[in-house]
């Protein structure tokens, strides 16, 4: 049985930085795409960021380019987004989920068929 279990969210002032963690039990990241999206209350979930281990294209919403960064653990099983200069705009439910999208879906949610539960991240003064 495949299971994600997200960590790391909690309340951070505008321009800090937080680390979240992404941990799978029932796969290796290195065989599948990971990502992470974002939701917010009454509004669709939306791509944050997206890595595909064998080839190392990576994907980023343009508001995050430069800021954030998906990186992986050596096991392959803990991939992480690294966040920065975070803005109270962030605030949200952040989600990973892994699959073997096609490059047409790595930034859409069909593209993914394992979900974790997601963790909170809110950003404010």
């Known amino acids: 049985q495949v299971q994600l279990v997200e960590s790391g969210g909690r309340l951070v002032q505008p321009g800090g930085s937080l680390r979240l963690s992404c941990a799978a039990s029932?796969?290796?990241?290195?065989?599948?795409?990971t990502c992470w999206f974002r939701q917010t209350p009454g509004k669709e979930r939306e791509f944050v960021a997206a890595r595909r281990w064998a080839t190392g294209a990576v994907y980023y919403e343009d508001s995050v380019k430069g800021r954030f960064s998906i990186s992986r653990d050596t096991t392959g099983n803990t991939a992480y987004l690294q966040m920065n200069s975070l803005k109270p705009e962030d605030t949200a439910v952040y989600y990973c989920a892994a699959g073997r999208p096609i490059t047409s879906t790595i930034t859409t949610q069909r593209g993914y068929n394992f979900w974790g539960q997601g963790t909170q991240v809110t950003v404010s003064s």
């Open positions: 029932g796969i290796t990241f290195g065989a599948y795409a």
